[in-house]
């Protein structure tokens, strides 16, 4: 089986992973008694946020060893997680509002963890300019691996953002010092979830993966150059 | 450490004398600083929005756009008849390179500063004195975040296609940790808030500088090599 077969499949699976959680969520998990059914995009939301962080340090890692190693599969790696965390990014900042209106009464407001995303993702979409706008493989790829590690040093940073800035944005729930304060079925439903999104992440990596070997051994060309 | 140092100087003043010499940038920046302040003049209804509200924002904004500008010229003026190649086979080290393109930034940014800084006081009648010297401190340590990775980064960018446009799409992320500081720290002492109040903030700025600081220095060498 082929890297791009072996990732469809592993998104396949991811999928029919996502439908069952919501099944569960929609069917057998508790309405949530202050927020009602909007709570149920908690299922879709902090999984994706969870994986754009993890994401951005993934390629941040990745960044680092490839100054080390200069193995080309580092950064075809770091590539395609950037990529698919500009997507969970923008999961992140879709369902975000979706909730955030019937719940908060606006689409959007400048509170620190939804301007934290923002600039995550903005800082992906940075990230693939660079790529692009850099011809020479290797030269892209250190220039990628740079800018990815600064940019894993800076999610601390806007970490630390969100617990200066006052915020409108629910505490965290399940990802804290002490215990979990939802109810184990919620819990179960989440951790469910954070599994699914964990398969579609490593899915969507090795298709993207497997493109970029497919995309090298025709001799490098990319999408806007002349 | 002393031939670091020694070696950082000889390149900052190489590149302070041609700026002092030459005065184009350096005219230019401080006009454009004046500029900016002028059209934030128009930008708001003085009847309706009191000048101390608005007056941190005022003054970061314009010193975020006037470091971005010096920050594009750093290498550029490198390009010319390849002057950065005769920098990289002189007997510097990288991290000496780096550090006098870094003090270099710091003294240009810091004389446009010297002049905005004035001009904001002049234009919106903001009484700074009683709280200058912690200002001072304020605006040096989110300068230097500001300049550490700005530096880095246009000697990434000035190999690729559009670099003045790349440079400031992946910089000002990095930005705004520091900006969301001093806009704080600046907002709470002309307020005639206590300092201790904006310790948080002070710690985030120094962490900020500190890390990004050894990270680029470390980083710098991966940008400049062919």
Same mark, same amino acid.
């Given at each position: 089986?082929?890297?791009?077969?072996?990732?469809?499949?592993?998104?396949?699976?991811?999928?029919?992973?996502?439908?069952?959680?919501?099944?569960?969520?929609?069917?057998?998990?508790?309405?949530?008694?202050?927020?009602?059914?909007?709570?149920?995009?908690?299922?879709?939301?902090?999984?994706?946020?969870?994986?754009?962080?993890?994401?951005?340090?993934?390629?941040?890692?990745?960044?680092?060893?490839?100054?080390? /190693?200069?193995?080309?599969?580092?950064?075809?790696?770091?590539?395609?997680?950037?990529?698919?965390?500009?997507?969970?990014?923008?999961?992140?900042?879709?369902?975000?509002?979706?909730?955030?209106?019937?719940?908060?009464?606006?689409?959007?407001?400048?509170?620190?963890?939804?301007?934290?995303? /923002?600039?995550?993702?903005?800082?992906?979409?940075?990230?693939?300019?660079?790529?692009?706008?850099?011809?020479?493989?290797?030269?892209?790829?250190?220039?990628?691996?740079?800018?990815?590690?600064?940019?894993?040093?800076?999610?601390?940073?806007?970490?630390?953002?969100?617990?200066?800035?006052?915020? /409108?944005?629910?505490?965290?729930?399940?990802?804290?010092?002490?215990?979990?304060?939802?109810?184990?079925?919620?819990?179960?439903?989440?951790?469910?979830?954070?599994?699914?999104?964990?398969?579609?992440?490593?899915?969507?990596?090795?298709?993207?993966?497997?493109?970029?070997?497919?995309?090298?051994?025709?001799?490098?060309?990319?999408?806007?150059?002349? | 450490?002393?031939?670091?140092? +020694?070696?950082?100087?000889?390149?900052?003043?190489?590149?302070?004398?041609?700026?002092?010499?030459?005065?184009?940038?350096?005219?230019?920046?401080?006009?454009?600083?004046?500029?900016?302040?002028?059209?934030?003049?128009?930008?708001?209804?003085?009847? +309706?929005?009191?000048?101390?509200?608005? +007056?941190?924002?005022?003054?970061?904004?314009?010193?975020?756009?006037?470091?971005?500008?010096?920050?594009?010229?750093?290498?550029?003026?490198?390009?010319?008849?390849?002057?950065?190649?005769?920098?990289?086979?002189?007997?510097?080290?990288?991290?000496?390179?780096?550090?006098?393109?870094?003090?270099?930034?710091?003294?240009?940014?810091?004389?446009?500063?010297?002049?905005?800084?004035?001009?904001?006081?002049?234009?919106?009648?903001?009484?700074?004195?009683?709280?200058?010297?912690?200002?001072?401190?304020?605006?040096?340590?989110?300068?230097?975040?500001?300049?550490?990775?700005?530096?880095?980064?246009?000697?990434?960018?000035?190999?690729?296609?559009?670099?003045?446009?790349?440079?400031?799409?992946?910089?000002?992320?990095?930005?705004?940790?520091?900006?969301?500081?001093?806009?704080?720290?600046?907002?709470?002492?002309?307020?005639?808030?206590?300092?201790?109040?904006?310790?948080?903030?002070?710690?985030?700025? +120094?962490?900020?500088?500190?890390?990004?600081?050894?990270?680029?220095?470390?980083?710098?060498?991966?940008?400049?090599?062919?």
């Amino acid at each position: 089986m082929s890297l791009t077969q072996k990732g469809r499949w592993i998104t396949v699976v991811a999928l029919v992973c996502l439908a069952a959680v919501y099944v569960r969520a929609l069917a057998f998990t508790p309405v949530e008694r202050l927020q009602g059914p909007a709570q149920k995009i908690f299922y879709l939301h902090v999984p994706a946020a969870i994986w754009t962080e993890t994401a951005m340090i993934l390629v941040g890692l990745a960044g680092i060893f490839y100054l080390f /190693l200069k193995d080309p599969r580092l950064d075809r790696f770091a590539e395609a997680s950037a990529e698919v965390g500009t997507v969970f990014a923008t999961i992140v900042l879709t369902t975000g509002p979706i909730w955030g209106k019937p719940i908060w009464g606006t689409w959007w407001t400048w509170d620190a963890r939804l301007t934290s995303t /923002l600039l995550l993702f903005f800082l992906y979409v940075g990230y693939l300019l660079v790529r692009g706008a850099v011809r020479d493989p290797v030269l892209r790829a250190r220039y990628a691996a740079v800018l990815g590690i600064c940019g894993m040093c800076l999610v601390p940073f806007i970490h630390m953002s969100v617990f200066l800035f006052r915020t /409108l944005h629910p505490q965290p729930i399940i990802l804290k010092p002490s215990a979990p304060s939802l109810p184990s079925s919620m819990l179960v439903t989440w951790l469910f979830s954070l599994a699914a999104f964990t398969l579609l992440y490593v899915g969507f990596v090795t298709q993207r993966y497997a493109l970029s070997l497919v995309r090298d051994a025709h001799g490098g060309a990319r999408p806007g150059h002349v | 450490m002393g031939e670091l140092l +020694a070696q950082a100087w000889t390149v900052a003043r190489k590149d302070l004398v041609l700026e002092f010499r030459t005065r184009t940038a350096l005219v230019s920046a401080i006009v454009f600083t004046a500029l900016v302040l002028t059209v934030f003049n128009f930008g708001r209804d003085p009847t +309706a929005v009191p000048t101390i509200d608005l +007056a941190p924002t005022i003054l970061w904004v314009t010193f975020t756009f006037a470091a971005m500008l010096a920050l594009n010229r750093a290498f550029q003026l490198e390009l010319e008849n390849q002057a950065l190649e005769g920098l990289l086979v002189s007997p510097l080290s990288r991290t000496s390179l780096y550090w006098g393109k870094l003090i270099a930034n710091l003294v240009f940014v810091a004389v446009v500063e010297a002049v905005g800084l004035p001009l904001f006081v002049l234009f919106f009648d903001v009484p700074v004195g009683h709280v200058l010297v912690p200002l001072i401190g304020v605006i040096a340590l989110a300068t230097l975040g500001f300049v550490a990775v700005g530096t880095l980064f246009s000697a990434l960018v000035i190999r690729t296609r559009f670099a003045e446009l790349l440079l400031v799409v992946i910089l000002l992320p990095f930005l705004v940790p520091p900006l969301i500081g001093a806009v704080q720290v600046t907002a709470r002492l002309l307020g005639g808030r206590p300092l201790s109040e904006s310790v948080g903030y002070l710690k985030l700025l +120094a962490a900020y500088d500190i890390v990004f600081v050894s990270l680029a220095s470390f980083l710098f060498r991966f940008t400049v090599d062919e």
